[in-house]
C-alpha cells in the first residue's frame, strides 16, 4: 500500500506539509476548515495562506470586518499551528 498526499497545499497543516506518509487526522481537517473559514471572512489570499501556516493570524484585517469575539475564538483554535490544540 502506497500513501500519497493529495490536495491543495496551501489548504493543508502545517504537520501534512512536513510529513505526508501518514494518515490524515481530524485536526488536519480541522486546520484546512479553518482556512476557508478565514478566506470567508477576509477574501482569499496566497500570502495570507503562509503567514497561517506559521500561526501569524491577519487580526487587524478581522477586526476590520467586525467578526464576532466567539468567532474569532473559533477561527484562531481551528488555526492553532500545534495540531493538539485544535478542536
Do not use: K
Request: aromatic fraction near 6%.
Amino acid at each position: 500500500f502506497e500513501s500519497r498526499c493529495a490536495g491543495t497545499q496551501e489548504y493543508m497543516a502545517p504537520e501534512r506539509l512536513r510529513e505526508t506518509l501518514r494518515p490524515i487526522s481530524p485536526q488536519e481537517e480541522v486546520f484546512a476548515v479553518g482556512l476557508v473559514l478565514h478566506d470567508c471572512l477576509v477574501g482569499p489570499s496566497r500570502a495570507g495562506l503562509t503567514a497561517l501556516h506559521e500561526g501569524r493570524i491577519r487580526w487587524d484585517v478581522l477586526n476590520r470586518v467586525a467578526v464576532p469575539e466567539s468567532l474569532v475564538q473559533i477561527l484562531s483554535r481551528c488555526l492553532a499551528v500545534e495540531p493538539n490544540r485544535r478542536y
